[in-house]
């Protein structure tokens, strides 16, 4: 049991990791169905992790300039609130519902990541980043990257909801972040899944708590999962800085995917 | 906001914040993992404390990344950003002091 938890949650840490998501969006399905724990259980579980995994993945990047401090506090704000009212509401909430509302939701970014394969938020070295926007040295490209922050208000939106659904079902709200950061708001991907890396643990301990009085965290098991992940986040994070930016995205689509349909199956079924 | 001196701060804070994080997880992972081998080996409360305790500083260490990020966007006089973290801080003393 134990060393099966410690090994999902390497697997779960180092995709995780790669796509600044944190493991729970894998090992929350594993625990929950595989494992036959309680959905509740699986959810705390996957929150400790998220908070572990954020802590180190954002460490990692530290004085890269990958990670957008302002633009983060600022969608703190919001996913914090989302986090917090998730956790009291999710006892009300029927995990058909639940099921229902994340399997359509990670079907639609999955369509939105596959249509924006080839774009990059990507400005003239010489602009002016604005306030709220950044600029970091590529690995990828050699370059230096400069980007501005667009439609503030959505990003908000997003990261309210991202809260939400990470409060509830125990995963990263990167899930809902990081597409809506690159696709509508203008922040490469690299910095919106650094930026959501650091978010998601911020995130996820407005929602711990709540699971953690009601007795709903299980030690052991989460102690078996935060070490899995943390191993696994480690072997992400030295493959991250060097995968190409194309086949990260095609990646987090095809895992969308996967995740939608097994939330799919598990309304229905 | 702009300006030279307050990129490098905001480096520094990025690389502070990065210091702290990980040495909140150590601590928190040391905790889990020799709680986790003295619960597999014999069980029993102190293994439970371990664990707890392990699981206690790993919630908290976002808390302190906020606290830190605070201190210093008030060192900047940047109070925008200050009130960000104030209120990000709030949410997440009342996710402890709430109850469902």
Known sequence: MVAGVIGAGAVAGCLGSLLGLGGGVFLVPFLNAGLGLDFKVAAATGLMTVIATSSVVSAGRAGRNLINLRLGMLLEVATTVGGLIAAFTVAYLSNHTLALIFAVVTVAIAILMLTRLDRRNVLDASLEPGPLGGRFHDEDTGREVVYQVRRLPLGMVASFLAGYVSGTLGIGGGILKVPVLNAWCGVPMRAAAATSALMIGVTAAASAPQYFMRGEVNPPVAAAAVIGVLMGSQLGFHVGSRAPVKWLKLLMAVVLLAVSAFYFVKAFA | ?100
């Open chain 2, 1 to 100: 906001m702009n300006g030279r001196a307050d990129e490098d701060a905001i480096d520094r804070l990025e690389r502070q914040v990065g210091r702290l994080l990980r040495a909140g997880v150590w601590l928190a992972s040391a905790c889990l993992a020799a709680g986790l081998a003295l619960w597999m080996i014999a069980g029993g409360s102190a293994a439970t404390m371990l664990l707890t305790a392990g699981l206690l500083v790993l919630m908290f260490t976002p808390l302190a990344r906020v606290v830190a990020s605070f201190v210093a966007y008030v060192k900047l006089r940047d109070w925008f950003f200050a009130g960000m973290t104030v209120l990000v801080f709030v949410v997440l003393v009342a996710a402890w002091l709430l109850k469902s």
